[in-house]
């Protein structure tokens, strides 16, 4: 039999097999987002959108899988990454989608690309396999218009850098974020900042900050992103929300009662984290701000005058003292270009390896040559696992990598960026039982969805987009360790984006399904 559409004849079997949904999942614990309890049922997915989920479904789709009693979950909102450049070096993803992670939030920590409409368009030209949000960061802005000079904008150059925000969140930035403690942002007036964040407000943006201090001046810190939230009207996001140094151990009661005293004030404030006692960022951060001030040769010349090394020296040896250290083995460099031996080390141990002698200030002087030499990224062990646990049980905490798309082999990155979901879910939910497995799946998906804009992301409803995870509660593991850090998280059996398989049966099958999510204005 015939059915004519159009001017094609097709045979009535393959109309209905045209009209059977492209996915159908099966035999599955749905727990959608919100928090509630899993449930049994069935979910089938439609031209990259969930087309309808409840029990017995007819078993008849263009792909169906069975979920054999695993949790079937929304895709993860990873809101705290930096994956710029990186995209091109691996547009598959891998170590995000392993992790569970189908979206992507990049442009934390101030750095970003200025032009978000073109960053977009790029995105969608690569065709990644994660969907990428972007924010437009205050540290880039700031270059762009001032470069990395240490003073006040003037009324000419603040005038330039709204404007540079108006376009970035005209053109799709999710809101604005800082960095408070990288160049030039450490050197911006809190005034300056409140007229930025004001601009992201009115486009119902969002002000994600690492703030100028997580350690002995931690609160200080949240009061100021605190202010600038409620002068500029738009909601905080702090990001990466930890204590730096061993003589703030404990201090997380006194910060977590300061977000929370915002929040019952009527202040949308939320926080988000990542599972381990170790931070990592620039070696540069060792070294006083002022001295980093202005381009690269400026700086290289200041670290071989005699008096800027006995100032960086006698900073770096308090800062030993504070921590109660008597060595830099608490940093190691995850990454140096003009020397791959260095990767994997402590300060401590490449200032033995070079012939020091093994003291303080001569590691002092190690972190400076390598300053001078390109600077590295590095690990810093320096947090406590009983404030890690207590930042983890807050609610309105969401889970984040602070990571890049890990590029294989590369380096010795922190692991984060390898595990950090299925740390959660494998350590505080399953073996800990820290937070409840609906809860901690809330915080990778809803919440941050909501917090974002991202409205047709985050849950398991239909019409929503069909970013989706099936995983193992009972398997799923972090593999990735400091020591060996180029490990993917294993559990994660399938994983959907805008419901196109790419993870299948725990197998990057190299489908490019992501796009990228420009906010939505009104």
Not at 336 to 347: E, L, M
Not at 377 to 387: I, Q
Not at 486 to 515: C, E, M, P, W
């Amino acid at each position: 039999m015939l059915k004519w559409i159009g001017w094609l004849l097709l045979p009535t079997s393959l109309l209905a097999q045209n009209d059977l949904p492209d996915v159908l999942i099966v035999n599955g614990r749905i727990v959608d987002g919100t928090g509630n309890s899993w449930y049994h049922a069935d979910v089938a997915i439609r031209n990259g959108k969930i087309d309808a989920i409840g029990k017995h479904l007819p078993r008849q789709a263009k792909r169906l899988i069975d979920a054999e009693n695993r949790i079937v979950a929304p895709g993860f909102i990873d809101v705290h990454t930096h994956i710029e450049d990186d995209e091109k070096r691996d547009p598959l993803a891998h170590s995000f989608l392993y992790d569970g992670v189908t979206t992507c939030i990049t442009g934390n920590c101030g750095l970003s690309r200025v032009n978000i409409g073109q960053y977009l368009r790029e995105i969608d030209s690569l065709q990644l396999s994660i969907n990428v949000a972007t924010l437009i960061g205050q540290n880039d802005i700031r270059r762009a218009v001032m470069g990395r000079a240490n003073r006040n904008a003037t009324p000419e150059e603040m005038n330039r850098m709204e404007q540079l925000t108006e376009k970035a969140m005209q053109e799709g930035a999710v809101g604005l974020s800082t960095g408070l403690i990288y160049i030039p942002g450490t050197f911006t007036p809190t005034d300056e900042l409140i007229r930025l964040a004001t601009i992201a407000g009115k486009y119902n943006g969002v002000y994600a900050t690492h703030m100028r201090d997580e350690g002995d001046s931690v609160t200080q810190a949240i009061e100021e992103a605190l202010r600038i939230g409620r002068e500029g009207k738009l909601p905080v996001q702090i990001s990466h929300f930890k204590l730096s140094g061993q003589q703030n151990w404990g201090r997380s009661k006194q910060t977590l009662a300061l977000v929370e005293s915002a929040r019952a004030a009527g202040q949308d404030v939320t926080i988000d984290q990542y599972p381990y006692t170790a931070s990592s960022t620039s070696i540069s951060t060792l070294i006083p701000d002022h001295i980093l001030a202005d381009g690269q040769d400026s700086v290289r010349a200041r670290l071989q005058r005699p008096e800027i090394r006995k100032e960086v020296t006698a900073s770096i040896l308090n800062r030993l003292k504070k921590r109660g250290l008597k060595h830099l083995s608490y940093a190691v460099v995850a990454s140096f270009k003009p020397d791959s031996t260095y990767n994997g080390k402590s300060i401590e141990t490449i200032n033995q390896m070079i012939g020091r002698k093994h003291k303080a200030k001569y590691e002092a002087e190690t972190v400076m040559d390598i300053q001078i030499a390109g600077g590295a990224s590095a690990v810093f062990h320096g947090m406590g696992e009983e404030d890690v646990q207590r930042i983890l049980r807050y609610p309105f905490n969401m889970i984040a990598s602070d990571a890049s798309i890990r590029v294989w082999n590369e380096g010795v990155p922190h692991p984060r960026g390898y595990g950090t979901n299925a740390r959660v879910l494998g350590k505080y939910v399953r073996e800990k039982k820290l937070i409840p497995l609906e809860e901690a799946i809330r915080r990778m998906t809803s919440l941050p969805a909501q917090k974002f804009n991202l409205k047709d992301r985050g849950l398991l409803k239909e019409g929503m987009a069909a970013d989706i995870v099936v995983f193992d509660e009972k398997i799923v593991t972090d593999v990735s360790t400091f020591e060996k850090p180029h490990a993917y998280s294993v559990g994660f059996q399938y994983v959907l984006v805008n419901g196109i398989i790419t993870i299948d049966q725990g197998k990057h099958i190299q489908a490019r399904g992501g796009k990228a999510l420009r906010s939505q204005i009104h």
